[in-house]
């Protein structure tokens, strides 16, 4: 286990719906990621939050956004909910900004009909 | 390296015998290189990792070699095992950046 843990585990939402989920980092990790893994797929980036700030985004829409606390957790937020949206949602945990190892937690299974 | 779809190539081996999992990067300004494990159900869970300087690098079972000339990782198991059946990912990461970059998986399915 890394010590990253995520909530919720499930959810099922409808089109047009909003959704946060919940990232909590490994003890001493002050950097965290969000990636999207569509099934049989490999995990893409969303973006990165590093000291609070978001700090690097792939190629997603302004509907999905985020927050980073001072204790380092993070949230991802997820606007006017598509069906493709249905996805894994992981987040990873690094040490000091971008260039150490990111260790992933289990991830959040979103499901939109 | 992007994803290929919802068919993965899988690679079935039998237990005990060495696996060898391939995967070509895209990006020649990326300087380091991650292997992850994803297991039914679960997060990736990091493996071995390797920079750009060095071409080799061991750990326990596992080794990974880094060819940069024609951009090609490859993750080597010995002994496999029934616990090592999963879903491989490689990662890239470019120099300065912050992202990792997954290529699209291999699935491993030990035979006993």
């Known amino acids: 286990e890394t010590g990253v843990t995520q909530s919720p585990t499930h959810l099922i939402k409808t089109r047009g719906q909003q959704v946060t989920l919940r990232c909590s980092s490994q003890?001493?990790?002050?950097?965290v990621s969000w990636y999207q893994q569509a099934l049989g797929q490999g995990p893409q980036f969303i973006f990165q939050?590093?000291?609070?700030?978001?700090?690097g985004r792939g190629n997603f829409p302004p509907r999905f956004s985020g927050l980073q606390f001072p204790n380092y957790s993070s949230e991802l937020n997820v606007n006017a909910l598509e069906l493709d949206d249905s996805a894994l949602y992981l987040c990873?945990?690094?040490?000091?900004?971008?260039?150490?190892?990111?260790?992933f937690g289990p991830g959040t299974r979103l499901l939109v009909l | 390296g992007e994803s290929v779809g919802l068919h993965l190539p899988t690679l079935s081996v039998q237990e005990g015998d060495n696996s060898i999992i391939n995967c070509a990067y895209s990006?020649?300004?990326?300087?380091?290189f991650i292997w992850y494990k994803q297991e039914s159900g679960k997060g990736p869970q990091f493996i071995i990792d390797?920079?750009?300087?060095?071409d080799k690098r061991q750990g326990q079972r596992v080794t990974v070699l880094l060819n940069k000339t024609v951009k090609h990782l490859s993750l080597q198991i010995a002994a496999t095992q029934p616990g090592d059946s999963a879903v491989y990912f490689c990662?890239?990461?470019?120099?300065?950046?912050?992202?990792?970059?997954f290529g699209g998986g291999t699935r491993v399915l030990v035979k006993p």
């Open positions: 990006n020649s300004a990326s300087d380091y």
């Open positions: 939050y590093y000291r609070e700030e978001e700090n």
């Open positions: 990873a945990s690094s040490l000091a900004g971008s260039q150490e190892t990111q260790y």
């Open positions: 003890s001493g990790h002050n950097t």
């Open positions: 990662a890239e990461r470019a120099a300065a950046g912050n992202k990792l970059t």
């Open positions: 390797i920079r750009s300087n060095m």
